[in-house]
């Protein structure tokens, strides 16, 4: 018996910046963690695609596969798609014992990396004042997921003593033009969006 495989499992982005920044946070766990095969897979919009990279591990001779999903919120994706991913795989490889954590979460640290950014943005555009904040995130049409980000917003917004507001790119509204919209009519006007 082998020890198990770990999949990293993204959503995937045409923008080749976000697959370097999963191959980059794939070989850091493969750092941590030699004596485990560690590899990345993403679920649309890149490749490879898991069931690829399942195939692939199983042809190696593993008989364990543990599915990390890179996803900050239980929504679509963590729902239904990643459990799709698992039940494929299963039907595939019925010798094979292929299970999914759950997903990476927001996670109290993740304020700081946005912070740690926040910075070096500001200090690149020489801003020097600060009196709103939006946080962006993907959207989706799970409500609970939307309201998840929405508190986090807060979060990142008490800790600064800034007014902020949570803004999605897609499925729900407000776009993050529409918040740094309605945060001006407010009267701010050195916004940051994270």
Not at 69 to 78: Q, Y
Not at 104 to 116: A, Q, T, Y
Not at 141 to 151: E, G, K, P
């Amino acid at each position: 018996m082998t020890a198990p495989a770990l999949v990293t499992l993204a959503h995937g982005s045409r923008d080749p910046r976000s697959a370097a920044t999963i191959a980059s946070l794939t070989e850091l766990v493969r750092c941590m963690r030699p004596d485990l095969r560690v590899e990345q897979a993403y679920l649309e919009l890149s490749e490879p695609g898991p069931l690829t990279v399942i195939d692939r591990l199983v042809a190696e001779g593993h008989d364990e596969v543990v599915v990390v999903p890179l996803l900050l919120t239980h929504a679509h994706h963590a729902s239904v798609d990643v459990p799709a991913v698992v039940e494929a795989a299963r039907r595939r490889h019925p010798h094979v014992r292929v299970l999914a954590t759950d997903v990476l979460g927001i996670h109290k640290s993740f304020l700081g990396v946005l912070d740690l950014r926040l910075r070096a943005a500001l200090r690149e555009a020489r801003a020097t004042e600060l009196d709103g904040l939006v946080l962006a995130a993907a959207g989706t049409s799970d409500q609970l997921a939307n309201a998840h980000v929405a508190r986090v917003a807060r979060a990142w917004g008490a800790h600064h003593k800034l007014p902020v507001l949570a803004a999605f790119a897609s499925s729900a509204p407000p776009a993050a033009g529409e918040a740094v919209r309605a945060l001006r009519r407010d009267g701010k006007r050195h916004i940051a969006v994270g």
